[in-house]
């Protein structure tokens, strides 16, 4: 096996990392700073792949369709909480879940009324068509580009949740919610705020994912299952555990998908091999997020107090 296919899939691993990160920030910013159990997330991200591909259809441009993209889910994350979420911030997490879990089900029938049940595919944009040089290795331009989007991404929610009065106040909130709103704090807009955030988050990793994936009713589902994932492994409310966390997720479900069908060509018949590696690869990333629970409950990389 050469290395250039090695350093291929360790960046193709890195990318999807990237992309799990930009969906896994937006829930760590509900979950572990609002301690609200948002499943809809992932209808989020879906609403931001429909939306991007609607508005590519309407104004021809990518530009456009990403500013659209990412202004409509807000939207849709402002109309969401304003009718339905901010009502159960007091109520136990099971109302969340079962609010939230029906709102899955409405998003996925609304964008089957509006679309269709068949498959979307978005186009690329012509500028990122093409290939980029990465030490001697032709790599696709937009995988590359959904990699330097989502660093400057995760730079830019640590410099905003550590570095300025919002984030000062969004943490704040987080730990003593009556506190601040004592104090005059508006917490009630901080966490709509951190919910639209949240939103934006989603619907630019929908919209990423658009030309990589087929969009289609229910693409966000199984996303959200590997977002919770992160989450988990990486510490819930950390956006540094939700950045590392999303990169070893992504490196062990790329890796193990690529080469373990190649390693269990060794011991096993082509064909069961073949079968055998993409599902012990979907299976390892469980494992590993059992193996973190039972050694550190609080995640890799838990948020610092202090």
Known sequence: MSSSIIFAQLLNGFQFGILLFLLS??????LGIMNFVNLAHGSLFMAGAYFSVAAYNLTGSFIGAVLLGIAATMLLGFIMERLVLAKLYARDHLYQVLATFGL????????TMVWGRAALYAELPSALSGTVNLFGL???AYRASIIVVGLIIGLALYWMINKTRVGM???AGASDAPMVSALGVNIKLVNLLVFCAGAGLAGLSGLMAAPILSVQSGMGDPVLILTLVVIVTGGIGSIRGAFYGALIIGMVETLGRAFLPLLFRAILDPALAQVAGPAVASVSIYILMIIVLAMRPQGLFPV???
């Open 25 to 30: 920030a937006g829930l760590t910013l509900v």
């Open 104 to 111: 899955i089900l409405l998003l996925n029938e609304l964008v």
């Open 138 to 140: 032709h790599y696709s």
């Open 169 to 171: 106040l969004i943490r």
């Open 304 to 306: 610092r107090h202090g």
